[in-house]
Structure formats: C-alpha cells, structure tokens
C-alpha cells in the first residue's frame, strides 16, 4: 500500500493549499489551546473546520483533528468541546496526546478514529499496546528520537498504524516532556499550545546584527546575512565553558526524503509534514514535493532528491536527517 | 552610490518611484483595506485583538513607509515620506517586492525571516497574527483596487505577471531559496 502523506495546515487557505497540493492527508487545530499550534491568528473556528472537512472530503483527503495537548485538571471543557466540535465537522481522526482525553474520547465518541499523537512520546510496544487495549488508538506518530531501525522493531510488535515525521521543524528533546519554554516563559507546548509564546519573543536590531530574546533572556544573535532559525531554547546560543556555542542543537530542519524507501519498508502507514505555523507558500511547495517523491517510491524508485528543492524553506538553511539515522544522536 | 541587496529595486525604478511618496496612497489604502473589512470580516476575525496595534512597514528601497492599524472598517493607513520616528507596535523593514509577496502568499514568511529578505521588531505577537490573518485572507491585487468581475481578474493577471517579471529582473527571492 502506499505512504499516506499527512500534511500541516493552520489556516482554511492553507488546508486547500495542501489538498490541491496533493495531500493525502490533512491534520489542522482549532483556535485555542487544545492544539499543540496555539499561534495568534492561526486554526480553524468550529465552522471553518466544518467548511475545511467538506473542501478536503470533496477532494478525496482526509482530515485529522489535532487535540494534541494535555487538558488542565478540573477544566476540561475546552477539549471536551473541540472533541465534539471535530466529530460534528466529520473529522476521519483526532490526534489526542492526554490520557483523560483519550478516555472522554473513547468513552463519549466511540465513532471518532483516534490517533495518538507525538507529544504522548509512547516509543515501546509496552506503551503503545497500552493505548490500543486502553482506547482503541489505531495508529500512533512515533517520537522522532527513534531511529528507521527502531521503528521497524516497533511495527513488529505493535498491530496498530505508525506515522512518521518526514519534513520540517524539528524537536531535539522528546516530544511531550520538554520544559524549556515553560520554565523561561511560563508557557509550554504541552499545556497551551506553544513553544516560546510569540509576545515573549523579541527582536532588536544593532550594529552588530539581531539579537532575539524569549521573556527578557538573549538566546541567540545572528550577524548581518546569517541565517536565523525559531526562536525556540532548544536552538540557542549560550555561552559554556568559556566558548559560545548551540548547546543543544543547531538551527537545522528535519529531511528525511532520502530515507522514504526505507520508511516504507519499515512498515510505516504516514509520512508527516510538519509546519502548521507555515504560510501556504510553504505548504504548496514541501507537499507537491514530497507527494512527488512518495509517488515516485511507490512507483519503484528507491530515492528521490528533495533536499536541494526545498533547502530555501528551512530553518538556519540547513537539513538533517535527525535520528532516524543513528549517528545524529 | 547606495549598497544594492538582492531583490531591491534598481537605482532607476527607486528614483522613477519617488513621485509616489506624494501621492495621497494612505486615504486610498485606508478605503481599500475598509472596504475589503466589509467583504471578508472573517479576516479581521482572525486578527481578534491584534487589529487595533500600529504595524510600521518600510519598503528598504523606497524613501517612504506605512503606519496601518488594521482595525477592520475602521482600519487606518497614513503613508510618510522618509524614514519616521513614528513609533509603532511593530515594524517590519523588506524589500517591496519582498513584502508584495508576503501580503499575496507566493512567499513564505518564515523563509524570508530565516534567509533575512526580512527584518523585525516590536511586538513579536501581533506580527504573527497579522501574517497568519494575511495568510488567510487570499489577498488578489483586486482587492486593494477594489475590482471585481472581468476587471478583477484583469487586474490580477497583469498585476502578478509584472511582478512575476519584476522579482526575475531584480532577482528577488521567488520562493524560499536563500537569498
Ligand atoms: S524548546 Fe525545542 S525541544 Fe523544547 S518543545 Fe520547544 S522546540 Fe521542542
């Protein structure tokens, strides 16, 4: 079977970007902090998610709900209402992370398909079997701290789908227990949708270049004509031992494309895109891309060069194929 | 002589286009942003809060900027000759080119923000808000004229088709490639 192609979209423009692009697949959020995209401006009101699952329906793709962020204690209405306002929309999935989600979801929309997203950082067949017999998760986006290898064990052992990030931002900590952002900010991806808060997020300009800062900390400062990244802690530059240096990660995007091939092998069901944050432009061009790649795998190729075609869309203009090869780690 | 960057207007066109400055180009955009409040307020929706901060844009390569505050039908924008120390929520400094192409979504901001086609300050908040409504909205250049119908469609064809030439020419960015 073929490598479904799963693609961001944060806007109801952008949705129709991705499918007339040639998704397969479209994952969006509605405009609260149910999502792990919580930006000013972006997701979908009720009724646009409505609209949005019409358009893609009308087109043959699909459309996946991300509810991907864990509920507060005692107030959940929040993602209770986006569970059903997705189900009302016609969604074909919800992509769920938090364990009183799952279960309000299983126990009270027992029609909605629930995929488990990559914030619940479940990365063993213990886990994941665990979500499948809990709540009937049929597939599950698989942490990318795990290399092709690992997910190939992983698919057999596990009986349900996994979806793999292929393309764009990425995060170098597991997925779902990064702290980063709360600690400088107060706000985290896991609770309210995003990481560094855009109205913590500073730019000043000097002889000397940009410096940013996230809630009054300098974490980078990029030179006249050097490329510049998010501005995200994980991909600061601070100073230790004497010597400035990205301390945990440099600004490079995810690129798997050359590892399509192998992915399929590996038993994966989805590639994901990633960049819900992304303007259509972006999204136009990474999916008819990668829906060109896919489609070229499929029909015998075993590699396709799409890193050259979408170096400019990166951030820090660089590409890497993070831990799906082992010697990133 | 002024430095060149890629995908700033030549020397020639920044002197051809200096007369605009005069123009009265803020009563004009002002109409067509409120105008265009009346037909898609689901934009404006979009931008919540954020639509009554000022957002500062100064094309690098002409001698004139824009103060918009996009408060849907009572959105303002005052266009001023030379650099102004007018302050603002948010400024952003592009090539025009650069920023023609971020209101009509052929170019992508992050992209422009990573390869540095794009500078900003201020509240970091607003810019996002403002470029995801913008991102939506699907401007067409019909919709700052104000053209529907066949004249719509006219005016968007010629107007994309020069600019189309005119990032070639000046070998602005056309998508995200590094600059
Ligand atoms: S700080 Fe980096 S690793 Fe942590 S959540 Fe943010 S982007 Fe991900």
């Not at chain 1, 600690?183 to 500073?202: F, I």
């Not at chain 1, 802690?233 to 230790?240: D, N, T």
């Not at chain 1, 992915?263 to 994901?272: E, M, P, S, Y």
């Not at chain 1, 999204?283 to 499929?298: K, S």
């Amino acid at each position: 079977m073929s490598l479904e192609l799963v693609c961001p979209a944060g806007t109801p423009s952008a949705l129709r970007a991705a499918v007339e692009a040639g998704a397969h697949s479209v994952y969006c959020g509605f405009r609260d902090e149910t999502n792990a995209r919580n930006f000013p401006g972006l997701n979908f009101s009720p009724d646009e998610m409505i609209e949005g699952v019409r358009f893609a329906h009308a087109h043959g793709a699909k459309v996946l709900v991300a509810i991907n962020t864990f509920a507060k204690a005692g107030a959940m209405d929040a993602w209770k209402a986006a569970l059903a306002n997705a189900e009302k929309a016609g969604a074909d999935a919800v992509i769920l992370a938090d364990l009183a989600v799952l279960d309000h979801a299983a126990t009270h929309h027992p029609n909605l398909r629930l995929h488990l997203s990559v914030q619940a950082a479940a990365a063993t067949p213990e886990a994941i079997a665990f979500y499948a017999d809990t709540f009937g998760v049929k597939r599950v986006v698989m942490p990318r701290v795990l290399s092709v290898e690992e997910i190939a064990k992983l698919n057999a052992a596990i009986d349900v789908e996994t979806e793999a990030f292929v393309f764009g931002g990425l995060c170098p900590m597991t997925e779902g227990r990064c702290s980063l952002s709360s600690y400088a900010t107060g706000k985290s991806p896991n609770l309210t949708g995003v990481c560094s808060p855009p109205e913590h997020v500073a730019y000043s300009e000097d002889k000397n270049g940009t410096a940013t800062r996230l809630n009054g900390f300098t974490i980078d400062r990029f030179g006249a004509g050097e490329q510049a990244g998010y501005p995200t802690l994980c991909k600061g530059r601070f100073m230790a031992g004497g010597k400035t240096s990205y301390l945990f990660e440099d600004p490079v995007s995810l690129n798997a494309a050359s590892l399509i091939a192998a992915f399929a092998k590996a038993g994966i069901t989805a590639l994901k895109i990633e960049g819900r944050q992304r303007g259509k432009g972006y999204v136009t061009e990474v999916v008819r891309t990668f829906r060109a790649a896919v489609d070229a795998i499929d029909a015998g190729s075993t590699e396709v060069e799409v890193g050259r075609l979408l170096a400019g869309l990166v951030e820090g203009g660089r590409q890497t194929s993070g831990a799906y090869k082992k010697a990133w780690r | 002589m002024a430095e060149h960057f890629r995908g700033e207007l030549p020397r020639l066109l920044r002197i051809l286009a200096a007369p605009a400055g005069f123009l009265p180009l803020g009563p004009a955009l002002t109409l067509a942003v409120r105008r265009f409040a009346h037909r898609k307020p689901a934009v404006f929706d979009r931008l919540g809060e954020y639509g009554k901060c000022s957002f500062l844009i100064e094309p690098s390569d002409l001698d004139f900027s824009f103060l918009m505050v996009p408060d849907g039908v009572r959105a303002e924008v005052k266009c001023m000759r030379g650099r102004t120390s007018q302050p603002a929520d948010v400024t952003v400094r592009a090539p025009l080119l650069v920023l023609l192409g971020l209101l009509d979504g052929t170019l992508d901001g992050d992209a422009m923000f990573f390869n540095r086609a794009i500078s900003v300050s201020g509240r970091t908040d607003a810019l996002v808000a403002l470029r995801n409504a913008i991102e939506d909205a699907e401007l067409t250049p019909a919709d700052f004229v104000g053209a529907t119908g066949g004249l719509g469609k006219l005016v968007d064809r010629s107007v994309i088709g020069g600019l189309g030439l005119a990032r070639r020419f000046t070998g602005s960015p056309i998508s995200g490639e590094p600059s």
